[in-house]
């Protein structure tokens, strides 16, 4: 199953690599997804664990609002996105003209068009998902801090239409929440896993990335490990000494990557952690 858009800090390439880490040899009835975005981890999840629970939390309510819609209104939300896909391929390639005047009619539309259906609402949502710059999630105050990112480079030869009956099954099995990451309910044997916003990020997400946050969530996740839970976090590499004192249970796999740093190919390479207890 192919996800449905690019999100900046996706799991999906690190998963290709590296999915094995992700898998616990222990027996758990319930998954959540603290911080599920693009929802690779809770794909990866059920892919592997069929039978499963997953909660996949996200407290981006946009974002989870479209992918309820797709959920639950799937055949309409695939038509609808569908005729956007159709013309906006049928237009000229390139980051200026006919594609980029687009985008910012669609993007006019989903904030400021008070007769759109809650279907246009969502598709309008993900057709600039697949189309924005990187697939960053973007909110500015002119927006009312709703997503509002700039175009992308307008190569596109596909939208991939094509995938989102699949992922609207996939949607079907999984609960879908929007709360505060400390108020998602959990199971008996629950196994808990944080892609936060990342120490020391520029990118302006929902979610508070300050220090205290990150300590406050690494004290959650030592909490439910000391419960009895598996936990797993992923992050930038930061100093051992950190991960030692606050998830003192758990081992630390370092991962090379890279990632998209300015508009056009080049690429950064930076190393991230996967702290865990299994």
Same mark, same amino acid.
């Given at each position: 199953?192919?996800?449905?858009?690019?999100?900046?800090?996706?799991?999906?390439?690190?998963?290709?690599?590296?999915?094995?880490?992700?898998?616990?040899?222990?027996?758990?009835?319930?998954?959540?997804?603290?911080?599920?975005?693009?929802?690779?981890?809770?794909?990866?999840?059920?892919?592997?664990?069929?039978?499963?629970?997953?909660?996949?939390?996200?407290?981006?309510?946009?974002?989870?609002?479209?992918?309820? =819609?797709?959920?639950?209104?799937?055949?309409?939300?695939?038509?609808?996105?569908?005729?956007?896909?159709?013309?906006? +391929?049928?237009?000229?390639?390139?980051?200026?003209?006919?594609?980029?005047?687009?985008?910012?009619?669609?993007? /006019?539309?989903?904030?400021?068009?008070?007769?759109?259906?809650?279907?246009?609402?969502?598709?309008?949502?993900?057709?600039?998902?697949?189309?924005?710059?990187?697939?960053?999630?973007?909110?500015?105050?002119?927006?009312?801090?709703?997503?509002?990112?700039?175009?992308?480079?307008?190569?596109?030869?596909?939208?991939? $239409?094509?995938?989102?009956?699949?992922?609207?099954?996939?949607?079907?099995?999984?609960?879908?929440?929007?709360?505060? *990451?400390?108020?998602?309910?959990? $199971?008996?044997?629950?196994?808990?896993?944080?892609?936060?916003?990342?120490?020391?990020?520029?990118?302006?997400?929902?979610?508070?990335?300050?220090?205290?946050?990150?300590?406050?969530? +690494?004290?959650?996740?030592?909490?439910?490990? /000391?419960?009895?839970? +598996?936990?797993?976090?992923?992050?930038?590499?930061?100093?051992?000494?950190? *991960?030692?004192?606050?998830?003192?249970?758990?081992?630390? =796999?370092?991962?090379?990557? $890279?990632?998209?740093?300015?508009?056009?190919?080049?690429?950064?390479?930076?190393?991230?952690?996967?702290?865990?207890?299994?």
């Amino acid at each position: 199953m192919k996800l449905i858009s690019k999100y900046a800090g996706s799991k999906r390439r690190i998963l290709e690599n590296y999915g094995s880490l992700f898998i616990p040899a222990n027996n758990f009835e319930c998954f959540v997804d603290l911080f599920a975005g693009g929802l690779a981890v809770s794909a990866f999840i059920r892919k592997h664990f069929p039978n499963v629970k997953i909660i996949a939390n996200d407290n981006n309510k946009e974002l989870m609002f479209m992918y309820s =819609q797709l959920r639950n209104n799937t055949t309409d939300f695939i038509k609808t996105f569908q005729d956007i896909e159709k013309t906006y +391929l049928a237009l000229p390639a390139g980051p200026r003209g006919p594609r980029k005047e687009f985008y910012y009619s669609v993007r /006019n539309k989903y904030l400021f068009d008070e007769t759109k259906t809650p279907v246009e609402q969502a598709v309008y949502l993900l057709f600039m998902l697949k189309t924005c710059f990187n697939g960053i999630w973007r909110a500015y105050a002119f927006a009312d801090f709703r997503f509002s990112a700039a175009a992308g480079e307008g190569k596109e030869k596909s939208l991939g $239409s094509q995938n989102l009956l699949e992922f609207a099954e996939f949607l079907k099995t999984i609960e879908l929440v929007d709360e505060d *990451w400390k108020n998602v309910p959990y $199971s008996q044997t629950t196994f808990f896993y944080a892609d936060p916003p990342y120490f020391d990020t520029t990118i302006n997400y929902e979610t508070n990335n300050d220090r205290p946050f990150q300590l406050d969530l +690494l004290d959650y996740l030592n909490d439910r490990a /000391n419960e009895g839970h +598996l936990v797993a976090t992923s992050n930038y590499e930061m100093t051992e000494e950190l *991960w030692n004192k606050h998830l003192p249970s758990c081992s630390i =796999q370092k991962i090379d990557i $890279s990632h998209n740093a300015k508009r056009g190919t080049e690429k950064a390479k930076t190393t991230e952690v996967l702290v865990k207890n299994f």
